[in-house]
């Protein structure tokens, strides 16, 4: 799953960060290589010296206490801000497409329907409108598939949120606290929508508060990155 190149012992060995140790980090196991990433938050070094390599089909998780740069590191390979230092790189499949990225703010104007949303988010991504209505489905809003967003609950906007993946699919998943606002049977949605991503060869990386039943491959603590 990564490799690092001085890796402590709580990053337990599996398949994934393994395979990370081909010579050719581009071929068609890998997803995502960071080298030498440094942050900054105004005047505040987040981490510096961050090396990882994520690997297809994997599944990472970031930990750390508050301010180490879990949102900013997804925020940089998601390419919404720049890196004091260092490089980004996906490997070509998942570079042409660019990742899907789920944030903590859901994204909904407070008039758009889920209907509406996903038609426009569709449109947006070049992808078509016929996978709307089995997403909408798949994440339990059919009959609430017309109510305006100022009338969903904060779960039922994540859910919408989660649908996007699933009517323009990406590779690479970017989550940050994905699990947020989500009940008990959100979350276990949220864990199957992850297990069928990474069956099909996705790659997900996830900024992580409270664990999830679905346990991932490794750990990276950003706090060993702190400075």
């Given at each position: 799953?990564?490799?690092?190149?001085?890796?402590?012992?709580?990053?337990?060995?599996?398949?994934?960060?393994?395979?990370?140790?081909?010579?050719?980090?581009f071929?068609s196991?890998f997803?995502?290589?960071?080298?030498?990433?440094?942050?900054?938050r105004?005047?505040?070094?987040?981490?510096?010296?961050l090396?990882?390599?994520?690997?297809?089909?994997?599944?990472?998780?970031?930990k750390?206490?508050?301010?180490?740069?879990?949102?900013?590191?997804?925020?940089i390979?998601?390419?919404?801000?720049?890196?004091?230092?260092?490089?980004?790189?996906?490997?070509?499949?998942?570079?042409?497409?660019?990742?899907?990225?789920?944030?903590?703010?859901h994204?909904?104007?407070?008039?758009?329907?889920?209907?509406?949303?996903?038609?426009?988010?569709?449109?947006?991504?070049f992808?078509?409108?016929?996978?709307?209505?089995?997403?909408?489905?798949?994440?339990?809003?059919?009959?609430?598939?017309?109510?305006?967003?100022?009338?969903?609950?904060?779960?039922?906007?994540?859910?919408?949120?989660?649908?996007?993946?699933?009517?323009?699919?990406?590779?690479?998943?970017?989550?940050?606290?994905p699990?947020?606002?989500?009940?008990?049977?959100?979350?276990?949605?949220?864990?199957?929508?992850?297990r069928e991503?990474?069956?099909?060869?996705g790659?997900?990386?996830?900024a992580?508060?409270?664990?999830?039943?679905?346990?991932?491959?490794?750990?990276?603590?950003?706090?060993e990155?702190?400075?």
């Open positions: 799953m990564f490799y690092r190149r001085s890796p402590p012992p709580a990053i337990r060995l599996s398949p994934c960060l393994e395979a990370s140790l081909s010579e050719d980090p071929n196991e997803a995502l290589q960071i080298s030498n990433l440094t942050a900054v105004g005047y505040s070094l987040l981490f510096s010296g090396d990882f390599i994520l690997s297809s089909g994997c599944f990472a998780a970031l750390g206490p508050n301010g180490t740069g879990k949102t900013t590191l997804l925020r390979i998601a390419g919404f801000i720049e890196p004091e230092t260092g490089n980004v790189s996906r490997a070509e499949e998942f570079r042409d497409q660019g990742p899907f990225f789920l944030g903590h703010e994204g909904l104007r407070a008039s758009e329907t889920p209907l509406s949303h996903l038609k426009d988010w569709a449109d947006m991504h992808a078509p409108r016929d996978r709307i209505s089995a997403a909408i489905d798949r994440v339990g809003l059919t009959i609430r598939q017309n109510v305006p967003a100022y009338s969903l609950s904060a779960g039922q906007k994540k859910r919408v949120a989660l649908a996007r993946a699933l009517v323009a699919p990406r590779k690479l998943w970017l989550l940050d606290e699990a947020s606002a989500l009940d008990v049977h959100g979350q276990a949605l949220l864990c199957d929508l992850m991503h990474l069956g099909s060869g790659s997900i990386l996830a992580l508060h409270d664990p999830l039943e679905l346990q991932p491959d490794t750990i990276l603590d950003l706090g990155f702190a400075k």
